[in-house]
């Protein structure tokens, strides 16, 4: 519904607070059981000391309505009612002398998606397309993340999907089209997976020099438990023609690109053998729930280790081929792209890199002398984590303890206590090897689109 800012203003002589009755009647009626009754809510109200003027933000269908329920304050002064938005719905629609965002009832409000990934915690980098990241402090705690503070990525509007009518179509070089209704998923054979996602920009902001693209810092990361069908079931079902070798998932999101004239749609393709080798998941629950809209309802892809660009959120199409998918999003965005010895080189953006997160201490926390735990989360696309050292100070590396059960495709928590003696400066590093043998680089190569950041991490903190 619009929203409205109300200032009611009244002259020192006739303020209605000094008349017991008045100042009552006048309470009552701005209560929210009697606004509603009026058609208005409420949304907060404050009083200017001494200026005998109240403000107060009301949400109503229309202005008639909202002046309707305002005339016993007509009565007791003036009254003037503004037109007005949210924060977020004006950052939405590009500042405040903008129109408001034409909302399609195929798509969710950028300005509520936006308010409600900002109340859940995240921290956004954009409303329109919402990105938003988990701060690195909240990575601590259990072995997922909570839906609401699992980080967002997304390039367009976020589809709004009907889960009655939707159908998943399996077609291309196959035996057997299929379409399938989400009951028709739900009753085959169903697997959850613990799968840590993390955007290939992840780090960008730390490359120098900077890079274009979403600013991200550390925390566009985050793991879930992922409930649905295995990929691989659904293609036997609908039987490989013989040569048939690619496949091209197709997201119901899309819209205006750079350098095209006409829309397009998010599309990502993997070869069969890499669906089948990463375990690859059609997923409809996340962490027990329903996918959310934002996180993909009703169905996405999950490819275990690789980078979340592969799981193809609003999962709509399944086209089978014998030639590599030649969609923008594979194309022309999400390779790595360097110059070396003087000549460009570049490759596809495919596992993620082996990594170490410290969680704990966070930059700039104070911290007593004495025994301390360090914490973090590291993970690898290529294989389970095998080590994590920490080191202080410049000092020598110290292995860390792993924590908890090793799942190939999650992250592992792991776990360093030391003792601090020394009171002043204090500069936590923490990196990660697999059992592929990839070790953190110190600094990781610098690339023109900022993929695939994963420098060893580095926390300023102090001892007091």
Aim: overall charge negative; proline content about 7%.
């Amino acid at each position: 519904m619009p929203l409205f800012i109300v200032r009611h203003q009244h002259s020192p002589e006739a303020c209605p607070a000094r008349d017991p009755a008045m100042g009552a009647m006048l309470l009552n009626h701005l209560s929210r059981p009697s606004a509603a009754r009026h058609g208005v809510a409420i949304k907060g109200e404050a009083v200017v000391r001494g200026a005998h003027s109240l403000f107060f933000i009301a949400e109503a269908a229309d202005e008639a309505v909202l002046q309707a329920f305002l005339t016993p304050f007509r009565q007791a002064g003036e009254v003037e009612v503004m037109p007005a938005s949210t924060c977020a719905e004006v950052v939405a629609s590009g500042g405040c002398d903008a129109h408001p965002t034409q909302v399609s009832t195929t798509s969710l409000d950028p300005a509520d998606a936006c308010q409600d990934a900002i109340e859940a915690g995240l921290v956004v980098h954009s409303a329109y397309p919402l990105n938003g990241e988990t701060s690195v402090r909240d990575l601590a705690g259990g072995a997922v993340m909570p839906n609401g503070r699992f980080y967002l990525r997304n390039h367009f509007d976020i589809p709004k999907l009907d889960g009655e009518s939707y159908r998943l179509s399996v077609g291309g070089m196959v035996e057997r089209p299929l379409s399938l209704r989400m009951r028709d998923l739900h009753n085959l054979h169903a697997e959850s997976l613990v799968v840590t996602l993390e955007c290939a920009g992840n780090g960008r902001s730390l490359f120098d020099p900077a890079v274009p693209g979403e600013p991200w810092g550390l925390g566009a990361v985050s793991t879930a438990e992922w409930t649905g069908v295995p990929l691989i079931e659904v293609l036997e079902r609908a039987g490989l023609r013989p040569g048939a070798t690619e496949l091209t998932f197709r997201g119901a999101d899309g819209g205006l690109v750079d350098g095209h004239d006409t829309p397009i749609r998010f599309e990502r393709g993997l070869s069969f053998d890499q669906i089948r080798e990463a375990g690859a998941l059609l997923a409809y629950e996340m962490n027990g729930e329903p996918l959310s809209s934002p996180h993909g309802y009703p169905l996405r892809l999950i490819v275990p280790g690789w980078y979340a660009v592969a799981c193809v959120k609003w999962l709509t199409e399944i086209v089978v081929s014998d030639k590599p998918c030649e969609a923008y999003y594979q194309t022309e965005k999400y390779w790595y792209e360097w110059v070396r010895n003087g000549r460009d080189e570049r490759a596809p953006v495919t596992l993620m890199n082996v990594r170490a997160l410290i969680a704990s201490p966070d930059r700039g926390e104070s911290l007593p002398r004495g025994e301390t735990a360090i914490r973090g989360v590291a993970w690898s696309g290529a294989g389970s984590i095998c080590r994590v050292e920490v080191s202080l100070n410049g000092g020598p590396w110290h292995e860390a303890r792993l924590l908890g059960e090793r799942r190939p495709g999650a992250w592992q928590w792991w776990e360093l206590i030391t003792r601090l003696d020394r009171i002043g400066p204090l500069a936590v590093r923490a990196r990660a090897t697999d059992m592929s043998g990839r070790i953190q680089p110190e600094r990781a190569e610098w690339n023109r689109m900022g993929y695939g950041n994963n420098s060893i991490h580095s926390v300023a903190a102090r001892v007091i």
